[in-house]
């Protein structure tokens, strides 16, 4: 059972660098979303997928750019990384169409820039 | 836009005592979704409960249940005996029943102690 699988867990980087966060479904979810956790803010959308090639911005796009060539992958790339953008990061799949569902989250990545 | 609110950063309750955090919400909306998420020093996101508007019963699962009071749009999680291993952050989440694209918005969250 393993479920959503975030990679790294931990990451420090340097301003202006890009990098770029992974996570892995293995349930065939159609819907997956990337989400940040600051203190304060509690967590925010960054960004969503409801399918492989179908992707759409959630609240604080700006500075990050997804992709999702295959339903079970959907990176998260910060193309230039700044300071602001120190955070941890969560990913999450919805199972199905119906409404009702919870998401199912990864364990995070907390991501550093310096 | 959907708001959520949980208005207490921190609370701390007695082990076996009972305990209830707050979340208030806002919508125009008749049909949503609303949900307890648990976040222990792991990391991990784990949902605790969740809550349909249209039921009027009251949502329960072993230890935790929820108040919901949909005339006054609030949604407090109760935590009866509780125990050490409850300490953890909590977040009050809301999900629109419109439209399939409807995504999770969630409090600020509430950081819950637990005094031995």
């Known amino acids: 059972d393993a479920g959503i699988t975030q990679s790294p867990r931990y990451k420090i980087t340097e301003t202006g660098r890009q990098v770029t966060l992974m996570c892995h479904q293995t349930?065939?979810?159609?819907?997956m979303f990337w989400y940040r956790q600051d203190l304060g803010h509690g967590l925010r959308l960054i960004y969503y997928?409801?399918?492989?090639?179908?992707?759409d911005k959630g609240e604080v796009p700006d500075g990050y750019v997804v992709s999702r060539s295959k339903t079970e992958n959907f990176p998260l790339t910060l193309e230039s990384a700044t300071r602001s953008q120190t955070s941890v990061y969560f990913c999450?799949?919805?199972?199905?169409?119906?409404?009702?569902?919870?998401?199912?989250f990864g364990s995070g990545t907390r991501l550093t820039v310096v | 836009a959907q708001t959520v609110t949980q208005s207490q950063p921190e609370m701390s309750v007695q082990e076996a005592e009972t305990v209830t955090l707050s979340c208030t919400y806002d919508t125009s909306e008749s049909d949503y979704y609303l949900f307890w998420y648990k976040q222990p020093p792991s990391r991990q996101m784990i949902l605790v409960i969740r809550q349909e508007a249209y039921k009027q019963q009251n949502a329960t699962e072993n230890r935790f249940s929820v108040n919901f009071q949909k005339a006054a749009k609030s949604f407090s999680l109760k935590i009866s005996d509780s125990q050490l291993g409850d300490a953890a952050m909590y977040f009050c989440?809301?999900?629109?029943?419109?439209?399939?694209?409807?995504?999770?918005?969630f409090g600020k969250g509430i950081t819950l102690s637990v005094r031995p």
């Open positions: 349930w065939s979810h159609s819907y």
């Open positions: 989440a809301y999900r629109s029943a419109t439209g399939a694209n409807s995504k999770l918005t």
């Open positions: 997928s409801a399918a492989a090639d179908i992707t």
């Open positions: 999450a799949s919805r199972r199905g169409e119906g409404l009702g569902y919870g998401y199912t």
